[in-house]
């Protein structure tokens, strides 16, 4: 499995996001490295189609797909992981969110919750 996190250096929020990356895959037991990629220029921003900071995917496919955004140098919003309000967002991805997208990449269909 490849592990990617995709961060602008104005992000803020990068490592949060790496850290509930590496909770994730330690508590399910993967030993897979995790690829840093910097992105900080627009030119490269449109090479890796990066929606904006932070940004994980796995075997290429983005954990929260925003293809009606432009690729870009900008912080991106997840959807909170209580779901008490379908509206509440945050700035880093939720656990809950990552996990699913590892189970699908493993093909666990919906096997764990948080």
Do not use: C
């Not at 030993?31 to 929606?51: C, G, H, K, W, Y």
């Not at 904006?52 to 796995?58: A, H, L, Q």
């Not at 699908?104 to 919906?110: F, I, L, M, S, T």
Request: hydrophobic content about 35%.
């Amino acid at each position: 499995m490849r592990v990617e996190l995709l961060y602008w250096d104005g992000d803020p929020n990068y490592m949060a996001a790496r850290q509930r990356l590496v909770e994730v895959l330690t508590e399910d037991a993967f030993e897979t490295p995790i690829q840093m990629i910097s992105v900080n220029s627009p030119a490269d921003a449109e090479l890796l189609a990066f929606r904006g900071s932070p940004t994980i995917r796995i075997d290429g496919d983005d954990i929260y797909p925003v293809a009606s955004e432009p690729p870009g140098l900008r912080l991106r919003s997840y959807p909170r992981d209580d779901d008490l309000d379908a509206d509440a967002t945050e700035s880093v991805p939720g656990k809950r969110l990552i996990r699913r997208a590892v189970e699908r990449a493993r093909g666990w269909g919906h096997g764990r919750h948080e």
